[in-house]
C-alpha cells in the first residue's frame, strides 16, 4: 500500500507545524503543477491520471520530501524572524512613548518645582522687605523722638537753670548785665566778693 504524503513527511520530521507547512507546499506544487498542463489533458482524465502520476513519483522522492520539510522550516525561521522584529520594533515603539513621557513628567515636575520655588522665593522677599521697612521705620521713629524728647529736656533743664540763676540775682544787676557785658561781670564779681564773709 502506498504512503500518503502526510506519513511521508512525518518520517523526516515531528514536529506537526513543519509537518503541516510542508504538506501546504506539496500541494501548492501539485495545485502549479496541474495548471501547468494543457487544456487537453486537463479535459482527459487517463491522460490527466497518467500526468498525475509521475508527479507522485517526483514528489515522493527522498529528496522531494525532504525539499518540502526544508522550505517549511525557512518558511517558520522566516515567520519567527519577522514576528520577532515586528515585536521589538513595536516594544521599541512602546519604550521610545514611555520615555517620551517619563521626560515630559520630568520636565513638568522641574518647572512645577521651579514654579514653586521661585514663588516662595517671591513670597520671602516681599515679607522681608515688609519687615525691613517696619522695622527700619520704627528704628527711625525712635531715633527721632529720642532726639526730640533730648533736645526738650535739654531745652527745659536749662530754662530751669537760667530762671534759677534770675532768681538769685537783684534786677538792677540784671539789666546792667545785659547792658553792660564786661561791668555785669564785674558786678557779679564785686557781689560775689561782698558776699564772702568778713575775716
Known sequence: MKKNMITSLSEKSTDEIIIK????????????????LSDEIKNDSSKLNTQLQEFYRTA???????TYITQAQDFVEG???????????????HLDEKDKEFN???????????AKIEGMEKVFNTNFEAIIKKNVSSFGSGVAQGVI????????????IFFTWLKDIPGDKIASAFLNGDKA??????DNQSEKPTE
Request: aromatic share 14%.
Open 60 to 66: 515522493y522522492l527522498n529528496s522531494s520530501i525532504e
Open 21 to 36: 507547512i510542508a504538506y501546504t507546499f506539496y500541494k501548492n506544487q501539485k495545485v502549479e503543477y496541474i495548471s501547468s
Open 149 to 160: 524728647a533730648s533736645f526738650l529736656f535739654f531745652l527745659i533743664s536749662g530754662l530751669i
Open 104 to 114: 515630559t513628567i520630568i520636565n513638568n515636575e522641574k518647572n512645577e518645582s521651579k
Open 79 to 93: 515567520f519567527a524572524e519577522q514576528i520577532s522584529n515586528i515585536a521589538l520594533d513595536q516594544f521599541q515603539t
Open 185 to 190: 561781670t564785674a558786678i557779679t564779681k564785686e
